[in-house]
């Protein structure tokens, strides 16, 4: 009974490849985000979905495609993956009616770019 | 100004009492939120406080301040297993969209 979980909990990759992450809510939730975190901690919004229509699309190397198959998954897709995007990413939902204060996390992708 | 601030570290001893503090601007405010990572995990919501004062559940408080740009987090009988990050966080001018504090690693010692 995960509320929000993704795929692959850690994936180690050569720089140049393309690679995804999935990420899926069975909280019924209209609106998904994709959070980058550095080894400093801090988290950075990248993209919000709300109901499967991009909303926040901040300064991200359109290296990096979020694609929204229907409003309980959020994929990441990175192409030509550059030792820079090496950190944590983390998928997030929140519930309708403007619940962005309360949000819930996946355990995190923890992406290594040799 | 949608900026957030937060001490990086904070040092506390079991069972005592801590209070991280978190300041803000003030263009577009509605309401400061407070998660907890615990190092390896994922960030976990704790509290929200939409209103002036003080939101209590179980042994930690949130308490927000409009008037003052300001709000903090209360820990009580601080337990080892509170030793994690804790962030504030509030809507930002967009909809959808938490702005969020750098967060506080908070050290717990016997």
């Known amino acids: 009974d995960t509320a929000v979980s993704q795929t692959p909990k850690y994936l180690v990759t050569q720089m140049g490849n393309d690679k995804s992450i999935k990420c899926e809510q069975n909280?019924?939730?209209?609106?998904m985000y994709w959070y980058k975190q550095d080894s400093k901690k801090f988290l950075k919004i990248m993209f919000s979905?709300?109901?499967?229509?991009?909303?926040i699309n901040e300064t991200v190397p359109n290296r990096f495609s979020p694609k929204s198959p229907d409003k309980a998954h959020l994929n990441l897709h990175i192409n030509s993956l550059e030792l820079g995007d090496s950190a944590v990413y983390f998928c997030?939902?929140?519930?309708?009616?403007?619940?962005?204060?309360?949000?819930?996390f996946g355990p995190g992708t923890r992406l290594l770019v040799l | 100004g949608q900026s957030l601030e937060q001490p990086s570290e904070v040092t506390a001893v079991e069972g005592a009492i801590v209070q991280i503090n978190c300041t803000y601007q003030t263009s577009g405010f509605y309401g400061l939120s407070w998660y907890q990572q615990h190092d390896g995990g994922a960030p976990t919501f704790l509290s929200y406080n939409a209103l002036d004062g003080l939101e209590e559940t179980g042994r930690f408080s949130s308490f927000l301040s409009r008037s003052d740009s300001y709000g903090y987090l209360l820990l009580q009988e601080l337990q080892m297993k509170d030793s994690a990050s804790y962030f504030c966080?509030?809507?930002?001018?967009?909809?959808?969209?938490?702005?969020w504090g750098a967060g506080t690693k908070l050290i717990i010692k016997p």
């Open positions: 909280l019924g939730h209209d609106t």
């Open positions: 979905y709300n109901n499967k229509e991009l909303i």
């Open positions: 966080a509030r809507r930002g001018d967009s909809n959808y969209q938490l702005i």
């Open positions: 997030a939902s929140s519930p309708p009616g403007g619940g962005e204060e309360t949000q819930y």
